[in-house]
């Protein structure tokens, strides 16, 4: 296991709906990014955050938001759900050391939403 | 064209084979590169990570990486049974942000 936690594991949302993901990150891991992974295809790249900022954001619209907190934990909002929006919310952690990034991203478990 | 390409298997072998998985990227700047395993219904699992061009070993496990050919694989020496999985490409095209390919869906016969 590697440390990163995400809640809830399951959820079942109808379209149109807002949902809030969870993450805490490893220990001594400050960055933190999100990946959305649809049934058959590799993870694609929400967001990022650092210093409880954004630095950088994939393709995906406004309606999906973030947070960090000082703890380095993170919020994945999503507003307006969307049937294609169902899909396994992946998020991964990486630590900040000696003045860069490490880049390896460890991955928590996973939030698999399902939107009716 | 996708920035990161996988053939899409699934890629069969017998127990004790040599399992060849391989990637291409399209980003020519890109520096750093890492293998994945995804059991069903589970999240990514690093297995490796390249920066430098050549061979990188890891137990049963090497990863190989060729930049001018923009090419990177992953060999799995004497496949076991609980290898079989999909395993995940993917670069790092800036920003720590990570482009996965979609996936080779690898099985191992007992």
């Known amino acids: 296991e590697t440390g990163v936690t995400q809640s809830p594991t399951h959820l079942i949302k109808t379209r149109g709906q807002q949902v809030t993901l969870r993450c805490s990150s490893q220990?001594?891991?400050?960055?933190v990014s999100w990946y959305q992974q649809a049934l058959g295809q590799g993870p694609q790249f929400i967001f990022q955050y650092y210093r409880e900022e954004e630095n950088g954001r994939g393709n995906f619209p406004p309606r999906f938001s973030g947070l960090q907190f000082p703890n380095y934990s993170s919020e994945l909002n999503v507003n307006a759900l969307e049937l294609d929006d169902s899909a396994l919310y992946l998020c991964?952690?990486?630590?900040?050391?000696?003045?860069?990034?490490?880049?390896?991203?460890?991955f928590g478990p996973g939030t698999r939403l399902l939107v009716l | 064209q996708k920035e990161v390409e996988q053939n899409s298997g699934p890629l069969s072998v017998p127990e004790g084979a040599i399992a060849s998985l391989n990637c291409t990227y399209s980003d020519r700047g890109s520096q750093s590169f890492f293998w994945y395993r995804q059991y069903s219904g589970k999240s990514p699992e690093l297995i490796m990570f390249i920066y430098s061009n050549g061979d990188k070993e890891d137990g049963r496990f090497t990863a190989q990486l060729n930049k001018a050919s923009q090419y990177v694989s992953l060999l799995i020496r004497d496949s076991q049974p609980s290898d079989s999985a999909t395993y995940l490409c993917?670069?790092?095209?800036?920003?720590?942000?990570?482009?996965f390919g979609a996936g080779t869906i690898l099985r191992v016969k007992s």
């Open positions: 993917a670069v790092n095209v800036y920003g720590n942000k990570l482009v």
């Open positions: 991964a952690s990486s630590p900040w050391t000696s003045g860069s990034w490490e880049e390896t991203q460890y």
């Open positions: 220990s001594g891991h400050n960055t």
